[in-house]
C-alpha cells in the first residue's frame, strides 16, 4: 500500500519561508497529479495549489498567488510546495494529495491518496 509523507513544516515569523516535501512511497508519482490542500483550526480544508503529470498545468488558490509555488522531482518521487512571504494567516495543517488524473483539480475529492499533514505556524 502505498503513500504520502509530507515535511518541511514548522514554526516561521511573517515573512518567512518554508519548504514542505511530499515524498511517495509505493507508488509512482509521476503518472499522478499532486495537489496541497490547508485546514485551519475550525475552518474547512482549502486548496492550495496543484502541478499535473509533467509540471506542465498549474493553478494557485488566489491568497497564495505570487507567493508560494509548487513544483515536483518525478525522479525523486517527490512533490514539493515553496511558501515565501508567509503571513499568520497562512497557519494550518497543510495536506499533500495525489490522484491518477493527469491535470489536477483544486477540488479536494478528486484526490484518492492524501498524507497525514504537516503543521505550518506562521507568527506575527
Known amino acids: 500500500q502505498g503513500q504520502l509523507v509530507e515535511s518541511g513544516g514548522g514554526l516561521v515569523q511573517a515573512g518567512g519561508s518554508l519548504r514542505l516535501s511530499c515524498a511517495a512511497s509505493?507508488?509512482?508519482?509521476?503518472?499522478?497529479?499532486i495537489a496541497w490542500f490547508r485546514q485551519a483550526p475550525g475552518k474547512e480544508r482549502e486548496f492550495v495549489a496543484f502541478?499535473?503529470?509533467?509540471?506542465?498545468?498549474?493553478d494557485y488558490a488566489d491568497s497564495v498567488k505570487g507567493r508560494f509555488t509548487i513544483s515536483r522531482d518525478n525522479a525523486k518521487n517527490t512533490g514539493y510546495l515553496q511558501m515565501i512571504s508567509l503571513k499568520p494567516e497562512d497557519t494550518a495543517v497543510y495536506y499533500c494529495?495525489?490522484?491518477?488524473?493527469?491535470?489536477?483539480?483544486?477540488?479536494?475529492?478528486?484526490?484518492?491518496?492524501w498524507g497525514q499533514g504537516t503543521q505550518v505556524t506562521v507568527c506575527s
Open positions: 502541478i499535473s503529470w509533467g509540471g506542465g498545468v498549474i
Open positions: 509505493g507508488r509512482t508519482l509521476s503518472t499522478y497529479a
Open positions: 494529495a495525489a490522484d491518477r488524473a493527469p491535470y489536477g483539480s483544486s477540488l479536494a475529492m478528486a484526490y484518492e491518496h
